[in-house]
T-cell receptor
Framework: GENVEQHPSTLSVQEGDSAVIKCTYS??????FPWYKQELGKRPQLIID?????GEKKDQRIAVTLNKTAKHFSLHITETQPEDSAVYFC???????????FGKGTRLHILP | EPEVTQTPSHQVTQMGQEVILRCVPI?????FYWYRQILGQKVEFLVS????????KSEIFDDQFSVERPDGSNFTLKIRSTKLEDSAMYFC?????????????FGSGTRLTVV
């Protein structure tokens, strides 16, 4: 079955700097890759997603890149702000209505 | 924006007791899921449900677990005889039919504490 590896497990960046979180997946049939942000005690919230027919997608300060050949994808957050502090999960799935396989999460700390 | 509603928000139960976690998915969604998250760990798939039957389940979803959609709106997860290791946050989720604009919508979760 699908396996998603995520790193780093913890990331601290200075406010205003960029943060990058990287993930790899094992199942080449996966074609939908959502990213979730989870604040303490809250539900995972979808922040951006990408399909396998697209190499890059951007939404304001957040961007995701996908390399299907290498089976890895990354989340980029630019101009980080204190409210970006949270746990971020990458995920992979065959389709939007299929089970989601999550990575182990990255705890992002934005330092003042 | 429509929401997936889960009740209760927190449930404390004695080991060996049965618990039922309740979810009300978004009304036009057709696929329903349960996930769990042990404190500090990743979110793990338990089961998916479509057309009134289980479409897939993980190895976590053993005979102690069952799901039901009793009345066309609620979607429940039952744990027959809870164990200490069942303590976790349980999230319900639903997705619309087809390739809609929105993917998964997670509920706010039920924190289950087994003592």
């Amino acid at each position: 079955g699908e396996n998603v590896e995520q790193h780093p497990s913890t990331l601290s960046v200075q406010e205003g700097d960029s943060a990058v979180i990287k993930c790899t997946y094992s199942d080449s049939a996966s074609n939908y890759f959502p990213w979730y942000k989870q604040e303490l005690g809250k539900r995972p919230q979808l922040i951006i997603d990408i399909r396998s027919n697209v190499g890059e997608k951007k939404d304001q300060r957040i961007a995701v890149t996908l390399n299907k050949t290498a089976k890895h994808f990354s989340l980029h957050i630019t101009e980080t702000q204190p409210e970006d502090s949270a746990v971020y999960f990458c995920a992979a799935t065959l389709n939007r209505d299929d089970k989601i396989i999550f990575g182990k999460g990255t705890r992002l700390h934005i330092l003042p | 924006e429509p929401e997936v509603t889960q009740t209760p928000s927190h449930q404390v139960t004695q080991m060996g007791q049965e618990v039922i976690l309740r979810c009300v998915p978004i009304s036009n969604h057709l696929y329903f899921y349960w996930y769990r998250q042990i404190l500090g760990q990743k979110v793990e798939f338990l089961v998916s449900f479509y057309n009134n039957e289980i479409s897939e389940k993980s190895e976590i979803f053993d005979d102690q677990f069952s799901v039901e959609r009793p009345d066309g709106s609620n979607f429940t997860l039952k744990i027959r005889s809870t164990k200490l290791e069942d303590s976790a946050m349980y999230f319900c989720a639903s997705t619309p039919p087809g390739q809609g604009l929105y993917g998964y919508t997670f509920g706010s979760g039920t924190r289950l504490t087994v003592v």
